[in-house]
């Protein structure tokens, strides 16, 4: 069982910047790739990002590359979503999951274990 609590979350004006984290419970955190996805209101759930088991490999959606920063820190159970050049379009609850796909996956299918989420809210 793997328990994820992400935070960093907050209200930024756009063309601002926030740093999302999510610390893992557990000591098998490098067993999982990891991935975040986002929820705006009124519309499904989709992928933003995801990240092998060592880092070494990362995939982003269309809409935010360039722009968001996935990385982890094994030592720390902790993977992290850096978000830069925010847009209104990029408010949403933001979500970290975890996969048994060692490389990592855009499809939410893929996940077992979710956390609860953190708000991210950009004003224009």
């Known amino acids: 069982q793997v328990q994820l609590v992400e935070s960093g979350g907050g209200l930024v004006q756009a063309g601002g910047s926030l740093r999302l984290s999510c610390v893992a419970s557990?000591?098998?955190?490098?067993?999982?790739?990891m991935g975040w996805f986002r929820q705006a209101p009124g519309k499904e759930r989709e992928f933003v990002s995801t990240?092998?088991?060592?880092?070494?490999?990362?995939n982003y959606a269309d809409s935010v590359k360039g722009r968001f920063t996935i990385s982890r820190d094994n030592a720390k159970n902790t993977v992290y979503l850096q978000i830069n050049s925010l847009k209104p379009e990029d408010t949403a609850v933001y979500y970290c999951?975890?996969?048994?796909?060692?490389?990592?996956?855009?499809?939410?299918?893929?996940?077992?274990?979710w956390g609860q989420g953190t708000q991210v809210t950009v004003s224009s």
């Open positions: 999951a975890a996969t048994l796909i060692p490389g990592g996956t855009g499809r939410k299918g893929d996940y077992v274990y």
């Open positions: 557990g000591r098998t955190f490098s067993s999982y790739g």
């Open positions: 990240i092998s088991r060592s880092g070494g490999s990362r």
